[in-house]
């Protein structure tokens, strides 16, 4: 019922705030070109919107909410927050994400503000990159309202990835492990590639390629593993020639290291 609420809300703001809707998308567009930096560019950015409810900045928020206010501050996207101008709260303030604040300051209530833990739209209007990769064939579902961005990411705090206190592993992967233990459990023959992270291997968001993997074939575990001799046209692996090997299937699939992640039995990692 909320949701649907929001979702006849949006789109009624769609149809009457356009041209608004517009400017705010050319200048927050400036303001992500400028503080974009190594990643790929975000392009539109316009917040969520709650029909009948204006923008108030954060530090309204922060009388009821002083703790999430004063850990925003240092987080990912508080460092965009420039002052208690209004026109900060649209672009970087809580109300980026969470839509105007000024009729849930009033009521209290929840149904007057967006949280985006159940709309994750609220995210991908800035995040349109990170949206199309939700939406290629192998993908965790996120979209689908089966998953959330903060199953994985704390958008409040210091850190925006989830951390979960893992041993040896990187901080990351200790928030898939809480979720896929077998991948994540140690063993007796551990593969050194795990301690570079999933991601190494994996695309979390989503990928073309089966199992979510950054690239579908050999040249997987060929960007750590690949050794030519001499020039000559023969592929080693670790001391042993691969060259037919390669053409049988993928690493994993062929049968021979079927174990990837890890095995008890294999130092291989054939099984
Ligand atoms: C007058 C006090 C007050 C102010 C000011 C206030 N809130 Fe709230 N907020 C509340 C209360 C009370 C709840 C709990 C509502 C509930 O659970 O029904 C809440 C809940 C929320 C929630 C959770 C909604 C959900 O789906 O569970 C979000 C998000 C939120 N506030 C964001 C904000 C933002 C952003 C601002 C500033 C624009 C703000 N609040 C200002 C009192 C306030
Ligand atoms: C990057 C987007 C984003 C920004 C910016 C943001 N929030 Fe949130 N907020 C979220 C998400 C996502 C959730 C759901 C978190 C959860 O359920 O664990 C949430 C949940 C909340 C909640 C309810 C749950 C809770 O943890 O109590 C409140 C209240 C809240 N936010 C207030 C704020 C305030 C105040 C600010 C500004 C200081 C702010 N938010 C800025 C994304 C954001
Ligand atoms: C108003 C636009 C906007 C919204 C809404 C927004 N973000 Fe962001 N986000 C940004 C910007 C800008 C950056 C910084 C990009 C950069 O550093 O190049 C960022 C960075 C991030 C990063 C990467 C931080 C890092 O480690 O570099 C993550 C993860 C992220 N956002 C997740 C979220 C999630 C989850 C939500 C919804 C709860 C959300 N964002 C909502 C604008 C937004
Ligand atoms: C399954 C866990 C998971 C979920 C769910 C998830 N993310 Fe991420 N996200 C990650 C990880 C891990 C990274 C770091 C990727 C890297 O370092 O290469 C990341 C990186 C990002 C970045 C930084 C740019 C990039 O792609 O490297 C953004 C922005 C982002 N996520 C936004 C989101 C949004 C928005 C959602 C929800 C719609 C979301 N994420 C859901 C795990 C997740
Ligand atoms: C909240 C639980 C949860 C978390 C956290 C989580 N996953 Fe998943 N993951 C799932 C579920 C559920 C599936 C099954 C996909 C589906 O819905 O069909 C899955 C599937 C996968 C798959 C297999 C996809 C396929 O096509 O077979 C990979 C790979 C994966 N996750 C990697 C990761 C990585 C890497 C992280 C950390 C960045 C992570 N997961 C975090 C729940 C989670
Ligand atoms: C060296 C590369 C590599 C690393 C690092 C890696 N994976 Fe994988 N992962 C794979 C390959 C290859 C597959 C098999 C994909 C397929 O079935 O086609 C796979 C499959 C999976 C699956 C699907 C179920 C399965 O076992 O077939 C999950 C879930 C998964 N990985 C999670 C993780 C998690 C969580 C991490 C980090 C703790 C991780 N992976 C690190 C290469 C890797
Ligand atoms: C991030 C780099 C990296 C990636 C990617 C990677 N590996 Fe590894 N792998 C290592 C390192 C480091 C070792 C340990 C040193 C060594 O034996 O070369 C290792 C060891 C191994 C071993 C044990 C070798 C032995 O005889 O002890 C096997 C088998 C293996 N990897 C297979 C794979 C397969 C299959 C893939 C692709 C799915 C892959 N690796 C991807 C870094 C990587």
Redesign the pocket.
Known sequence: MKVYDHRVRLVMAWIFNFPALLCLSLLSAVLISCTSTNHSPLTLVSPPQIIGAKFIGNKACSECHDKINSKFHGSPHGRFYRGDEIRWASLAGCESCHGPGSKHAQSGLAIDIVNPKTEPQACLKCHVTTHSEFTLP????VL?G??TCV??HEPHGQSIH?ISGGLGMQK??A??????KE?GASHVFQHEAMREG??TC?N?HGSVN????VQRDANLCLRCHSQIQNGVDRVYIGKMDHTGLLRSGTCWSSGCHSSVHGSNFSPRLLY
Do not use: A, I, K, S
């Not at 928030?175 to 896929?180: L, P």
């Open positions: 192998h993908h965790h579902r689908e089966r998953m199953d994985c989830q990351r992967d928030v898939c492990v809480r979720c896929h991948q999933c991601v994996h979390p089966r199992g979510m993997l």
